[in-house]
């Protein structure tokens, strides 16, 4: 299965300010997903990211607040902006290939 | 609308003893199915999947899951766990025709020794 790399592991960030997490993936995929898993819960999609294309959001997230990149068919970013203690939770990237959904590691992102 | 439901959010149990947690789902298109384990500060990693076939799946690590079409369940069991079992199970499906994965509330195992 594909093999993510997912950046940074974790971090600890103020109030008010922006974080980009990477994802890179071995090979050429069509699809990356980005999720939100809140504290204790489970994972929700925030966005499907296509290479050339806008991401497209899901109910409750919008792109002045998770702006994504997707420059080529291996890379993606995701940026928190203006965050607050509400957005501390551990995000992950997800690509779907033959063998099924292979996910990152995880950015676990605290804001103070 | 489709939903995932894991009725237990906690399940402890002793280690050798048998194990099942489960999974229903709801959904107006067929659906293939998954379920992930997240073992602590670490990511998710694929147990088992249902996609077409046989209804039971298995895992290299003893685990099995029946797909269950006339209950809309898709239950993991172990005849016997032990402590590295100890983790965060989450079942997942796909709607036919989306690409995206939607989760359940996940499972908490706790082996005991």
């Known amino acids: 299965s594909a093999v993510i790399s997912q950046k940074p592991s974790r971090d600890i960030c103020q109030r008010g300010t922006s974080l980009t997490i990477q994802c890179q993936v071995d090979?050429?995929?069509?699809?990356m997903f980005w999720y939100r898993q809140q504290p204790g819960q489970s994972l929700t999609l925030i966005a499907t990211?296509?290479?050339?294309?806008?991401?497209?959001?899901e109910s409750g997230f919008v792109i002045d607040k998770f702006p994504i990149s997707r420059p080529n068919l291996t890379f993606s970013t995701l940026t928190v902006s203006n965050m607050s203690p509400e957005d501390s939770s551990i995000y992950l990237c997800?690509?779907?290939?033959?063998?099924?959904?292979?996910f990152g590691s995880g950015t676990r992102l605290t804001v103070v | 609308a489709q939903s995932v439901t894991q009725l237990d959010s906690q399940v402890p149990v002793f280690e050798e003893a048998p194990v099942e947690l489960r999974c229903n789902y709801s959904?107006?298109?067929?659906?293939?199915l998954f379920w992930y384990v997240q073992y602590p500060n670490q990511g998710l990693q694929l147990l088992l999947k249902?996609?077409?076939?046989?209804?039971l799946v298995e895992s290299i690590n003893g685990f099995e899951a029946e797909f269950n079409k006339s209950q809309t369940s898709f239950h993991l069991r172990k005849p016997s766990v032990h402590i590295s079992d100890t983790a965060e199970y989450f079942c997942?499906?796909?709607?036919?025709?989306?690409?995206?994965?939607?989760f359940g509330t996940g499972t908490r195992l706790t082996v005991i020794p």
């Open positions: 997800s690509v779907s290939d033959f063998y099924g959904y292979t």
């Open positions: 090979s050429q995929v069509t699809m």
């Open positions: 990211a296509n290479q050339g294309s806008e991401a497209t959001y």
């Open positions: 959904s107006s298109v067929s659906v293939y």
């Open positions: 249902y996609l077409s076939g046989s209804t």
């Open positions: 997942a499906v796909r709607l036919t025709g989306a690409n995206n994965l939607f």
